[in-house]
């Protein structure tokens, strides 16, 4: 997605410009741009590409040499291809801006403008919006009305960050729906769209609030409401370091993230448990709201909404309170139905998946008491969540989710074994039981999944050639198989489908042939002999078949190609471990195939756009 960043200061513009977009290059893009004040003018430098396209562009022409104020810009194309002219930064001669998100009314924006004489040379809604802030500016002589008017003209989603000529050393932003951080240094201060872009520089930073203007010179910043008054927002420490958002010796980020998997459960769950129970008073998250929720609604995008169907599972089995997972995208549009009685738990990696967040409002809406579960702190849904329970995942670099969801579900039981015992439906000593093992046993499990990684890496090998394939689980089971497909599908661009076991036999049994393998997961013991049985099927139709069962499992390697044991665990919590196996086995066989691991194609990290 669309990354941004802005300098002001003694140092070099464009280069802590171009430093801040490599940072934000994890996040996806087609295209980018700088521009920066030279002697009074705005100087642009574009390219489609990479960054280091634009990098090379600025080393040749030396025209933004010796600039100490600029905006840069990582774009992922929505209106417009790919292109150097549909690149950011857009603007005139005058004004320069560089945005993140959606400007939905563009079209009678643009039309307006052109009756006003402005002419467009992109397809982009971002030079809309820079040539609206031009056409207010030259009516009304105040750059900060301009940017009022502007943001009253906009419908949609924006953060931008603005240069006007005739105010050098300045930076201008303004947000709304978008994240936008304002840096803060010593003489020298930044905008950003994520923290990560500056981490290099400083680690405090104010989160501008939305529908909000800052006006940043190298030793001021001025944030304002659309009355022009001045806010204050806490100035916030970043506890991520640089280290922590560059790959530490690791091939990928994606490998480094899973390895980080049992410090990340550790520093989720153990400030969350007191007394071996576990405990949301930090959180406000009150005992009342738990004990009388009538109904649990989990709501999300992706590997998030699929952490939501293992809290389905967990939270239905333990608390026998009906929950249901919906697709935020469809549950948006689909005019739930909600009550001040129900819960709705909103996941999000991000915090600003644009559809999650449009979820979120409408369930605010319909009275329902929301919950966020997200990892990055500040973000939208963070903040506009009744309530917010971090994941301290750390940051997540690689497109695919991997440390997130593992801390999602694992925090997602602990709230599961809260509620139960609230509701009665455990005891003391139970609840007990169930947290001491995520706390005490839950890391060093996951670290014993991840000692597996050399028969991952031989299971990866027997797929790596395939083009298509099955993943077969039934109960908890099927939905981790939901989840290790998409992992699969979208790191190694093998197409795979993932199937309720018993479900095969309904229609779809007619793809499996000795060119269709079968990853088969087998982790519940209750349910181990008719996935055997399920498994005899797809055999006898030709198919490989990886196992995934738990150790000690009964003649598991009499019944597949090749199995792979889970470390001993208890029943209720298996698909924390089976989930950093499947991980480890998406990435392998998409290392095996050579696919861009961290960048899959098409993809971004953070879908700000519905
Ligand atoms: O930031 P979020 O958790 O809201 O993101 C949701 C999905 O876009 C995300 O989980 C996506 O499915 C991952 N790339 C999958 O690995």
Redesign the pocket.
């Known amino acids: 997605m669309c990354g941004i960043t802005g300098y002001v200061g003694a140092r070099e513009a464009s280069e802590v410009v171009l430093q801040g977009l490599h940072t934000l290059e994890y996040r996806g893009y087609d295209s980018a741009g700088v521009a920066a004040f030279i002697n009074g003018n705005i100087n642009v430098v574009k390219a489609v590409g990479k960054v280091s396209n634009v990098e090379e562009k600025i080393a040749a022409l030396g025209t933004l040499k010796g600039a100490h104020c600029g905006i840069g810009h990582t774009r992922w194309a929505t209106h417009g291809a790919p292109s150097d002219t549909n690149s950011h930064p857009h603007g005139t001669e005058n004004i320069q801006i560089v945005h993140n998100g959606i400007i939905e009314n563009y079209a009678p924006l643009r039309a307006m403008l052109q009756s006003n004489g402005f002419t467009f040379v992109s397809e982009t809604d971002t030079e809309v919006a820079a040539k609206l802030i031009e056409y207010h500016y030259n009516n009304c002589h105040s750059r900060e009305d301009a940017l009022v008017y502007a943001m009253r003209d906009i419908i949609g989603s924006y953060a931008i960050a603005v240069m006007f000529r005739d105010c050098p050393e300045t930076l201008y932003a303004i947000r709304k729906d978008n994240p936008l951080i304002i840096g803060v240094g010593e003489g020298e201060n930044f905008v950003a769209s994520d923290i990560a872009a500056v981490l290099r520089y400083t680690k405090t930073y104010y989160q501008l609030g939305d529908l909000e203007l800052a006006i940043v010179t190298k030793d001021s910043i001025c944030m304002m409401d659309m009355d022009k008054k001045e806010v204050s927002h806490p100035l916030l420490t970043a506890t991520w370091s640089i280290e922590a958002a560059e790959r530490g010796g690791y091939d990928h980020f994606m490998i480094k993230e899973i390895n980080e998997e049992p410090e990340a459960v550790e520093k989720t769950l153990h400030p969350r448990i007191r007394d071996m129970m576990p405990n949301f008073e930090e959180e406000n998250l009150s005992d009342e709201r738990l004990k009388n929720a009538k109904s649990v609604t989990f709501v999300?995008?992706?590997?998030?909404m699929h952490a939501g169907l293992v809290g389905k599972t967990a939270i239905e089995q333990l608390c026998r309170v009906p929950v249901k997972v919906e697709i935020a995208s469809e549950f948006r549009y689909n005019d739930p139905i909600l009550s001040e009685e129900d819960l709705v738990v909103i996941?999000?990696?991000?915090g600003?998946?644009a559809d999650?967040l449009a979820a979120l409002r409408l369930a605010k809406e319909k009275g329902a008491y929301t919950l966020g579960i997200v990892n990055v702190i500040g973000s939208t849904i963070a903040r506009e969540a009744d309530n917010v329970i971090y994941t301290w995942a750390g940051p997540e670099i690689s497109?695919?989710?991997t440390k997130?969801y593992t801390v999602q579900i694992s925090l997602i039981y602990l709230l599961t074994i809260k509620m139960a015992y609230l509701k009665g439906k455990i005891s003391e000593a139970e609840a007990k039981e169930y947290t001491r093992i995520l706390y005490e046993d839950m890391p060093s499990l996951i670290k014993d999944t991840i000692a597996k990684e050399e028969e991952i890496k031989d299971a990866a090998k027997l797929f790596a050639k395939y083009e298509d394939l099955f993943f077969i689980g039934r109960g908890i089971d099927y939905h981790l198989a939901m989840e290790g497909s998409?992992?699969l599908k979208?790191i190694s661009y093998i197409h795979s489908e993932a199937y309720a076991a018993g479900e095969l036999k309904h229609g779809t049994i007619s793809l499996i042939t000795t060119e269709m393998p079968v990853i088969a997961l087998a982790t519940q013991e209750e349910l181990y002999e008719k996935m055997i049985s399920n498994i005899r099927e797809v055999k006898a139709r030709g198919a490989k078949v990886l196992l995934v069962a738990r150790e000690g499992a009964k003649d598991a390697a009499a019944e597949a190609e090749k199995v792979i044991y889970l470390p001993r665990c208890e029943k209720f919590f298996t698909s924390i471990p089976l989930a950093t196996v499947l991980q480890m086995l998406a990435y392998y066989v998409a290392r095996e195939r050579g696919c861009d691991i961290d960048k899959p194609r098409n993809?971004a990290k953070?879908?700000t756009v519905e």
């Open positions: 999300a995008c992706g590997t998030a996941i999000s990696q991000s600003e998946t999650s497109v695919a989710s997130a998409l992992k979208e993809l953070s879908v």
